[in-house]
């Protein structure tokens, strides 16, 4: 392996595990952190694995390094869902989902198993467009600006190189770790390291992309309370929050078919790049959907508890406040409330509690 190659490897696995420290040291906390760092560990891992002469390192450190790196597709789809789903819960099952795409890498290299070979590759490549698609999902209701542009580098560019790189390796086993193509894998590696690192330092300066690590409860939007401007700002923004609140508190716009950050904009006369900020940076929420969804479960929770309207069907309170259907309002429901609506119903109407809801 040249000095140039071992440059630009040794410098990809600082850079990854830095980065993996930074993630833990100010999002550990959060599902996102712990998933993002162990992901650039495992990737660091990777860089050293797939390059010349790995099977020349003693056998127990270059063992743990190899079981590090062939869990990567998993932990690349693992901390796409953690960033980029606000609602994201750890499970055992992507845990299992891991140890079994590690179970199939060892095998294929113990045993020289076609099986297993293909296997594992195309588990490999299922993981890694679960990943893609994680980051293309959502786009357009993400309202953290950072984090927008995040998905577009980790859809496009990781995805697709990763991808490359499985499909070289199933096709021709070896080859990203042999001459010359082993270089022009470290160039790929640094790069994408490179910009990964510029990425999160410019995201860093604006607002962090990972979600907190309790974020079953978000910000209220009912009586105005988090309209309120919650420090001093032009008078321009006011006067835009103002107008905010009374399109969707006096007017019931949230009711509205089709509702969408671009609507909304062209409604309030803005671009949508500022609304997002508006809404992210005053209000704090991180999702377009959780937003209007404040509002829409805000008067459902009024509703179930109202007396006079409790032979209304669910369905129909949810069509009434601008869900589509009832599964969406059931989860929406849940994830604020911690039961189902039915049940928030009858604990409302049976003890008359106040229709007003702390989540």
């Not at 330092?201 to 401007?229: H, Q």
């Not at 609140?245 to 671009?262: P, V």
Request: hydrophobic share 50%; aromatic share 10%.
């Amino acid at each position: 392996m040249s000095m140039f190659e071992t440059g630009l490897r040794g410098g990809s696995v600082a850079i990854l595990l830095l980065a993996a420290i930074l993630f833990l040291r100010h999002s550990g906390r959060a599902p996102a952190g712990r998933n993002c760092a162990l992901f650039l560990s495992s990737a660091a891992g990777y860089v050293i694995c797939s390059a010349p002469g790995f099977a020349g390192l003693d056998v127990p450190f270059g063992f743990s390094l190899l079981v590090l790196s062939l869990g990567v597709p998993a932990l690349f789809w693992m901390s796409a869902a953690a960033v980029f789903d606000d609602e994201f819960r750890p499970s055992w099952r992507r845990g299992l989902a891991w140890l079994g795409l590690v179970v199939l890498g060892l095998w294929s290299i113990l045993d020289r198993q076609p099986f297993a070979d293909l296997a594992y590759y195309a588990l490999s490549l299922l993981f890694v467009a679960l990943a893609a698609w994680h980051a293309l999902l959502g786009r357009e209701t993400d309202l953290v600006e950072g984090r927008r542009r995040l998905r577009m580098l980790l859809a496009v560019s990781t995805a697709s190189y990763a991808a490359a790189i499985l499909v070289m390796d199933l096709l021709s086993p070896g080859t990203s770790a042999s001459a010359p193509f082993s270089l022009v894998n470290a160039v790929g590696l640094a790069a994408m390291t490179f910009a990964f690192a510029i990425s999160r330092l410019d995201i860093a300066r604006e607002e962090p992309f990972v979600a907190p690590a309790n974020p079953r409860s978000p910000p209220r939007t009912e009586a105005g309370s988090d309209l309120a401007p919650a420090r001093l700002c032009d008078q321009q923004e006011t006067a835009l929050l103002e107008s905010l609140r009374q399109l969707m508190e006096d007017q019931k716009f949230y009711r509205r078919d089709g509702l969408s950050i671009a609507v909304l904009a062209g409604r309030l006369g803005i671009p949508e790049y500022r609304l997002r900020r508006l809404i992210n940076r005053r209000l704090g929420h991180r999702n377009f959907s959780s937003f209007v969804n404040g509002y829409r479960l805000a008067e459902a929770r009024a509703a179930l508890a109202d007396p006079s309207q409790a032979e209304v069907p669910i369905l129909t309170i949810a069509l009434d406040t601008g869900f589509q259907s009832l599964a969406p309002f059931n989860r929406a429901f849940k994830v604020t409330a911690g039961m189902t609506p039915s049940a928030y119903r009858r604990q409302c109407l049976s003890s008359r509690l106040d229709p007003s809801f702390a989540s």
